[in-house]
């Protein structure tokens, strides 16, 4: 008797097992979806998004990681940064 019923639940199982590997690729796709959104976010959140400069917190990513090759390297380091006075305006004129 046991050996029937446990015939009977094979064709369920195995229903539910591609079911479930159905899922499971659904859920990599998303996955997969939600990365590339969370790194377009995430650049979006270092750049201007007209000029395609680096913002404060892309400004900070990028010295921090070229002071680190620096000390690696025992190289010095030079930088030239330029400010541009009411750059906000003439952003939003153009954006």
């Known amino acids: ?3 029937t019923r446990a015939m009977q639940l094979m064709p ?3 229903t539910r097992a591609e079911e479930t590997q159905v899922k499971v690729v659904e859920a990599e796709q998303r996955i997969r979806a939600l990365t590339t959104e969370l790194d ?4 979006m959140a270092h750049e ?3 000029t395609g400069a680096l913002n404060r917190r892309g400004m ?3 010295l921090e990681r070229e002071f ?3 000390d690696r390297s025992d190289s010095k380091l030079c930088i030239a940064m ?3 006075d ?3 305006k003439l952003n939003d004129t153009w954006a």
């Open 1 to 3: 008797m046991r050996d």
């Open 12 to 14: 369920y199982a195995r």
């Open 40 to 43: 377009h976010v995430s650049e």
């Open 48 to 50: 201007d998004y007209l």
């Open 60 to 62: 900070d990513e990028a």
């Open 68 to 70: 680190s090759r620096s």
């Open 82 to 84: 330029l400010d541009i």
């Open 86 to 88: 009411h750059f906000k």
